[in-house]
């Protein structure tokens, strides 16, 4: 059983937002899993900028600094 972090009804929300008009349990449950595989690389990036600065608190600049290092 996979954990739950991101609801399937917000998969379908983004997906219908870039125009799809139909979308598949497949294609939800795929893009769910995408989102959350980069959500927890970034957050282990994001603790390890924040632990290397002598941080315990995550800060949104990590997460900025993070997602850009990713492009």
Same mark, same amino acid.
């Given at each position: 059983?996979?954990?739950?972090? +991101?609801?399937?009804?917000?998969?379908?929300?983004?997906?219908?937002?870039?125009?799809?008009?139909?979308?598949?349990?497949?294609?939800?449950?795929?893009?769910?899993?995408?989102?959350?595989?980069?959500?927890?690389? +970034?957050?282990?990036?994001?603790?390890?900028?924040?632990?290397?600065?002598?941080?315990?608190? +995550?800060?949104?600049?990590?997460?900025?600094?993070?997602?850009?290092?990713?492009?």
């Amino acid at each position: 059983m996979s954990k739950r972090l +991101i609801p399937l009804a917000a998969m379908e929300k983004i997906l219908k937002n870039c125009g799809a008009d139909r979308v598949s349990d497949k294609a939800k449950a795929v893009l769910k899993s995408v989102i959350e595989d980069k959500a927890e690389e +970034i957050a282990r990036q994001a603790v390890s900028f924040a632990q290397h600065a002598g941080r315990k608190t +995550i800060k949104a600049e990590d997460i900025k600094l993070v997602a850009k290092s990713m492009r």
